[in-house]
Nanobody, 117 residues
Framework: QVQLAESGGGLVQAGGSLRLSCAAS????????MGWYRQAPGKQRELVAR???????NYADSVEGRFTISGDNAKNTVYLQMNSLKPEDTAVYYC???????????WGQGTQVTVSS
C-alpha cells in the first residue's frame, strides 16, 4: 500500500547538523499528518516533531528551537532539519505518516543518528 524511504542519518559531532528526509510512495490521496520519532537504546520511542496537513506543528521540548520539521504534500515527503545536535539526540529516527484513506500509521525503517561529544 504505502512504503516509506528514509535518508540522511549518520555520525556528527556535537553542535553539528543533519537533515533527515522521508518520502512516501504508493496510493496516497491525502495525508493527515507526518512526523518523526526516535528511540534511544533502552528507552521508549518518543515523538520528536509532527506536522499536520493543516500546517500545525508540535515539537518535543528537548528539541524545540534546534530542530525544524517541514513537509511537502505534493511530494509526500517530510524533512527534519536538526541543528545544534547533542549527544543525547543519539537514537534511531523513524518517520511516520498517517494516511487517511487507510486510517492507519505507516513507519519508515529507521535511520541511525549518532552525535559524538
Amino acid at each position: 500500500q504505502v512504503q516509506l524511504a528514509e535518508s540522511g542519518g549518520g555520525l556528527v559531532q556535537a553542535g553539528g547538523s543533519l537533515r533527515l528526509s522521508c518520502a512516501a510512495s504508493g496510493t496516497i490521496f491525502r495525508l493527515n499528518a507526518m512526523g518523526w520519532y526516535r528511540q534511544a537504546p533502552g528507552k521508549q520511542r518518543e515523538l520528536v516533531a509532527r506536522i499536520t496537513s493543516g500546517g500545525d506543528i508540535n515539537y518535543a521540548d528537548s528539541v524545540e528551537g534546534r530542530f525544524t520539521i517541514s513537509g511537502d504534500n505534493a511530494k509526500n515527503t517530510v524533512y527534519l532539519q536538526m541543528n545544534s545536535l547533542k549527544p543525547e539526540d543519539t537514537a534511531v529516527y523513524y518517520c511516520n505518516f498517517y494516511v487517511v484513506i487507510y486510517s492507519r500509521d505507516y513507519w519508515g525503517q529507521g535511520t541511525q543518528v549518532t552525535v559524538s561529544s
